[in-house]
């Protein structure tokens, strides 16, 4: 199960008690910032969470991998995120939670 922006902003109206409609916006307008801090090229620092930053590859030879052809991969920037030591800390001691196989029983 995957946690969206409509899960945070749900909490966030059961939590803080704040309208459905406010915790939407605030849930966008928090993600919006982000996105326009790495696109300005900034690195967004989030304390107790991690930091997110743009970094520029270069271009590099790859491979088509159906004909085996030599190409470009061409130059891009990528998002990264390194997460900051409460995060790593906080999910290296949590219980690992059962994932579940799709509904089959054992036979």
Same mark, same amino acid.
Do not use: C, Y
């Given at each position: 199960?995957?946690?969206?922006?409509?899960?945070?902003?749900?909490?966030?109206?059961?939590?803080? =008690?704040?309208?459905?409609?406010?915790?939407?916006?605030? !849930?966008? @307008? #928090?993600?919006?910032?982000?996105? *326009?801090?790495?696109?300005?090229?900034?690195?967004?620092?989030?304390?107790?969470?991690?930091?997110?930053?743009?970094?520029?590859?270069?271009?590099?030879?790859?491979?088509?991998?159906?004909? =085996?052809?030599?190409?470009?991969?061409?130059?891009?920037? !990528?998002? @990264? #995120?390194?997460?900051?030591?409460? *995060?790593?800390?906080?999910?290296?001691?949590?219980?690992?939670?059962?994932?579940?196989?799709?509904?089959?029983?054992?036979?």
């Amino acid at each position: 199960m995957a946690l969206t922006k409509a899960d945070i902003a749900e909490h966030l109206f059961t939590e803080l =008690g704040i309208s459905k409609r406010d915790a939407k916006e605030l !849930v966008e @307008t #928090f993600f919006e910032d982000i996105r *326009l801090a790495l696109e300005n090229g900034e690195q967004v620092k989030i304390s107790g969470f991690g930091n997110f930053e743009l970094r520029t590859k270069n271009e590099r030879p790859g491979r088509n991998p159906k004909t =085996g052809e030599d190409i470009p991969i061409t130059a891009r920037r !990528v998002v @990264t #995120f390194r997460p900051g030591q409460k *995060l790593k800390s906080r999910v290296e001691h949590a219980r690992p939670v059962e994932e579940t196989d799709g509904g089959e029983g054992d036979e």
